[in-house]
């Protein structure tokens, strides 16, 4: 081995004890105004300590940020996301929200091409990758979603799917900002539907994933990535994704709404 090896070597070894399990919240269009305050009371309480390598993300709507910053803001290991941004800087776009606006406020996280908003707001791959671009340039860290419709999942190739979804929109990133990059593999078919995908399935494409960023970027860059999955993660059924090689924890929707429930999610990541 020479010393460039060695060096590899340790950066691999160092980077891949350092990838963070992250149980992240999305709360979508829910809650008002007192139970978004009460939800976040009880998750802290819930959860006193969260361990050095675990991370808790909640993205809240867009007027909820600031509140919920203030209350996890002497929580170590809790972070507010917001769950989207424009994929211009600034300008006349009545009713959008910029990330810089977003960094200005102290967020560090965006959720990204939700498939929610590719279907029902249009998004394109050109716009995801305007959106990761502006996250990067105001230090927020995306939550990169993808993931394949149900005739995809039935009778097409998931796996290819979804390596184009990646390509569209993550080809403009230079290697340093993919590394910084966290994705949330979400089979459509699995989202708010109560199907989730199986264990094998979900660990399938994850390391399909995580095997596309090896051969595009190199194992040091694709081992520091945190690839979450989300589709119907409950408290009963984490603990068996989570448990998975290749994923680092889970993109939570429906189960997020409840203290008990995410709490126990969040208590599931492995150690
Ligand atoms: C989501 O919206 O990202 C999600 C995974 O939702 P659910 O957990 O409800 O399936």
């Known amino acids: 081995m020479g010393r ?5 070597y340790l950066f691999n070894q160092l980077t891949m004890v350092m990838r963070k399990k992250i149980a992240a919240a999305n709360w979508k269009m829910n809650l008002n105004w007192n139970e978004a305050k009460e939800l976040i009371t009880q998750v802290l309480d819930q959860n006193p300590t969260i361990p050095s390598l675990h991370q808790v993300i909640i993205a809240v709507p867009f007027p909820y940020l600031d509140m919920a910053s203030h209350l996890i803001a002497e929580h170590p290991g809790f972070a507010i996301a917001a769950q989207n941004c424009y994929h211009k800087s600034s300008g006349a776009y009545t009713g959008e929200v910029s990330a810089t606006m977003l960094a200005s406020m102290g967020i560090r996280y965006c959720l990204v091409g939700h498939s929610e908003r590719r279907e029902y707001q249009q998004e394109t791959p050109a716009q995801l990758s305007d959106k990761l671009q502006l996250c990067f340039s105001q230090a ?10 149900l005739t995809i999942r039935e009778s097409g190739d998931p796996c290819d799917y979804v390596r184009n979804q990646l390509s569209e929109s993550l080809l403009s990133l230079t290697p340093e900002q993919i590394a910084q990059l966290i994705i949330a593999y979400e089979p459509i078919w699995a989202i708010g539907t109560g199907k989730t995908a199986s264990a094998a ?3 399938e494409m994850h390391l399909a ?6 051969s595009t970027y190199g194992s040091v860059i694709a081992d520091a990535i945190p690839i979450l999955y989300g589709g119907s993660v409950k408290g009963n059924n984490a603990d068996a994704i989570f448990t998975n090689p290749d994923i680092d924890g889970g993109l939570v929707g429906g189960a997020s709404l409840n203290a008990v429930e995410f709490s126990a999610i969040i208590k599931a990541l492995p150690q």
Not at 209 to 214: A, F, G, K, S
């Open 4 to 8: 460039k090896d060695v060096e590899n």
């Open 140 to 149: 927020i860290t995306p939550v990169f979603c993808c993931g394949e419709p």
């Open 201 to 203: 399935q979900a660990q």
């Open 209 to 214: 994933i995580r095997n596309y960023l090896t």
